[in-house]
């Protein structure tokens, strides 16, 4: 009887190493530039999320710029509108996918179309039949739609128009998708015109979903857990757990023993733990959104990196220990700070509202040096909030 090898033992410097390779935070800019850039990251990462807060530029641009360091706006909206490249969907949050990637997403909005979506329960067919025949006609946004009743909200994030809910319920449904978008204000079109197709492409299948899964987080991730597969996903945790035993039996993944993760189990490619030789150059600075894939699962953040961020825009004032939006700062392959910034679009300067050293940024060795690093990179981030 084959005995099961014991797990790799891995340090948290060499896991968050890997990680920063994985998310590709270990170079200056891995993608290129352009559109075909947007399209590359995105592909890359599996997903980049969208969130309305804009205190400073709003987390899906954020998070392209961190890996792009050329990025404009419009390279996303060409890349959406376009190229086409990319399209929203539903991954843990609202995010930006690859186009390449439709499929694996089609099943679940089949489901919403068969079995409807909890959060727009209120949608009546009358409301549905109505945007429909709108957006047959052509594109539109919320705005083309004067005769709205405003009604009471079922949730917070809902909009009180009925036909905004009915818009958003088609989308989840896949009958409708976001062809472009100006600031925060979508425009909606047909699923099929916007994409030339003449009827959706095959869905996945349910094995094919369950690998797409592990194959984006091994990926992004470098070295996973069954929590950051699964992120927000709890009903494809046993799926996903079956495939990582068959793969390590197969010996395509290697069980690794992450210092600090206790009983928490961790795997990892073995072509990533050959690769696992140099480290960061310390002469790298990013400024990374809260939302971004490196900082959006906090607890795993907080093992790799030993760095526990805190998201206080819903926490009263007096009890905010980094700020209203703090942002972490990452110098190598730590994260050494955390800035509460906001952006002054009218007066056109970046304001520092709270700077908090935090990990090895609280040593005053070298610290000089380390703030003079971080400085140089918020004046690159300025740039980025101020540009057109």
């Given amino acids: 009887m084959s005995r099961t090898p014991k797990p790799f033992p891995l340090s948290t410097t060499q896991a968050r190493q890997m990680w920063l390779r994985a998310q590709r935070l270990d170079a200056r800019a891995p993608f290129g530039e352009g559109a075909r850039a947007v399209a590359d990251a995105t592909a890359h990462l599996g997903y980049v999320q969208i969130d309305t807060i804009n205190v400073i530029e709003r987390c899906h641009h954020h998070i392209l710029y961190s ?101 958003q319920l088609a989308f989840y449904t896949g009958v409708v998708t976001i062809s472009e978008r100006q600031g925060m204000l979508k425009t909606y079109e047909l699923m099929t015109r916007h994409f030339g197709w003449d009827k959706l492409p095959k869905p996945a299948s349910t094995k094919d979903i369950t690998a797409y899964l592990l194959d984006r987080a091994l990926r992004s991730q470098g070295v996973v857990s069954l929590d950051s597969v699964c992120h927000l996903d709890a009903p494809s945790k046993k799926a996903v757990a079956r495939l990582i035993a068959a793969r390590v039996r197969r010996g395509e993944l290697v069980s690794v023993a992450l210092q600090g993760a206790g009983k928490q189990e961790h795997w990892t490619a073995p072509a990533s733990l050959e690769a696992n030789g140099e480290g960061i150059s310390p002469d790298l600075v990013h400024i990374l959104s809260p939302f971004d894939p490196l900082i959006i699962q906090r607890k795993r953040t907080n093992l790799f990196f030993g760095y526990n961020h805190l998201f206080e825009a819903y926490v009263p004032k007096p009890k905010r220990k980094f700020g209203y939006f703090a942002l972490p700062v990452l110098v190598g392959d730590e994260i050494v700070a955390a800035l509460d910034l906001k952006t002054d679009r009218q007066n056109k300067k970046l304001l520092m509202q709270k700077w908090t050293w935090v990990g090895n940024g609280r040593k005053t060795a070298g610290r000089k040096v380390l703030k003079q ?9 300025e740039r980025f909030q101020l540009a057109d």
């Fill in 67 to 167: 890996r792009i360091p050329s990025y404009r706006r419009a390279d996303l909206r060409l890349a959406q509108s376009v190229d086409k490249s990319v399209f929203e969907y539903w991954t843990h949050a609202l995010s930006y996918v690859p186009t390449n990637d439709f499929r694996f997403f089609l099943p679940a909005m089949r489901e919403h179309r068969r079995d409807g979506h909890k959060w727009y329960a209120s949608v009546t067919p009358a409301d549905m039949r109505k945007v429909m025949r709108l957006v047959r006609a052509g594109p539109l946004t919320i705005r083309d739609i004067e005769d709205d009743v405003l009604t009471e909200k079922e949730h917070l994030w809902q909009s009180r128009k009925p036909s905004k809910r009915a818009l």
């Fill in 373 to 381: 690093k971080i400085e140089d990179e918020l004046d690159r981030f």
